[in-house]
């Protein structure tokens, strides 16, 4: 399926990943980050496929888990006391529940900086802040790109070196380290020529320029206009139960929650819907065309 919400305007997509992830930063709430963690793992999926998912099982549980078990062996706070450790240190409920949750609110944070690097592509960003930061927004849009560019690149160069009997995987010790060095040597040289190349291109063509006029596929219709203001509309919802003290949350010395009433539940809703904005907006999509091509 079609990702439907990469095809909205590219200040309705920077401006929901710019709330989720400031709302995920800062909402330690365990209602809220649960909301955020489901949201942003479903939304990956639907993005990504089964990449998505045998990175979230292969590095980001064992992550989670790590993180989770690390900070009650280093962090001894809290009143409620579980056991103790042969070294004498407590290992209390608080910081098992603070490392939990701070380990759900770094995973978090990553799933969504995958997404945004899915939707969010450098043309976008580019077509956003061009005219305003051209030159830091050209750096920002190539540095996203520079992993994936970058791997697939390193992974080009040592088939080549492989078929010639000079990748990592061939002969001894000392000639893997030489053939190491040999292809991180010629990636050096590759990305340092294209950072040149990419600088003249951008320079013939006036990047940055004042009066320098911009061609962009991006229109905002009014679909946009609807999405950017349900947005919004919800974006206030949750800063105003951000202020009414709905998200706080206590682990030291002793846990203690927001009493859950009725405006806290729909605080609850909006930040539900306004995390699974995406995902919604596909599945309606989805059902959407199912219904036209049921008409044909």
């Not at 944070?109 to 005219?131: A, H």
Request: hydrophobic share 50%.
């Amino acid at each position: 399926m079609i990702d439907s919400f990469s095809t909205f305007h590219p200040i309705v997509n920077f401006t929901y990943f710019v709330a989720v992830l400031l709302f995920s930063m800062f909402f330690m709430h365990p209602i809220f980050l649960g909301i955020a963690f489901t949201s942003a793992f479903t939304y990956s999926i639907m993005l990504k496929g089964k990449r998505a998912i045998r990175f979230n099982i292969l590095y980001m549980m064992p992550m989670l888990l790590f993180m989770a078990i690390l900070n009650p062996l280093l962090n001894h706070k809290g009143t409620t006391i579980l056991f103790y450790l042969k070294s004498g240190n407590p290992i209390t409920l608080e910081s098992v529940l603070y490392g939990a949750t701070t380990a759900f609110m770094f995973i978090t944070i990553i799933l969504w900086f995958s997404c945004y690097n899915e939707v969010m592509t450098s043309d976008k960003f580019i077509y956003l802040f061009g005219k305003t930061i051209p030159a830091l927004s050209l750096i920002f849009s190539m540095v996203l790109r520079f992993i994936p560019r970058y791997k697939a690149k390193i992974k080009e160069i040592s088939d080549a070196q492989k078929c010639i009997g000079r990748d990592v995987s061939q002969g001894d010790i000392t000639g893997k380290a030489r053939n190491g060095i040999r292809i991180l040597s010629i990636m050096t040289t590759w990305a340092l020529e294209n950072a040149i190349e990419t600088a003249d291109s951008m320079g013939s063509r006036g990047y940055g320029l004042p009066g320098r006029t911009n061609f962009s596929l991006f229109r905002f219709d009014n679909r946009d206009k609807i999405a950017l203001i349900v947005i919004i509309g919800l974006i206030i919802v949750v800063l105003f139960g951000a202020v009414m003290r709905q998200n706080t949350v206590r682990f030291f010395p002793s846990i203690k929650l927001a009493s859950i009433t009725g405006f806290s539940v729909t605080v609850y809703i909006a930040y539900f819907v306004l995390c699974m904005l995406p995902v919604i907006i596909d599945i309606l999509e989805e059902f959407k065309w199912r219904y036209i091509e049921s008409k044909i």
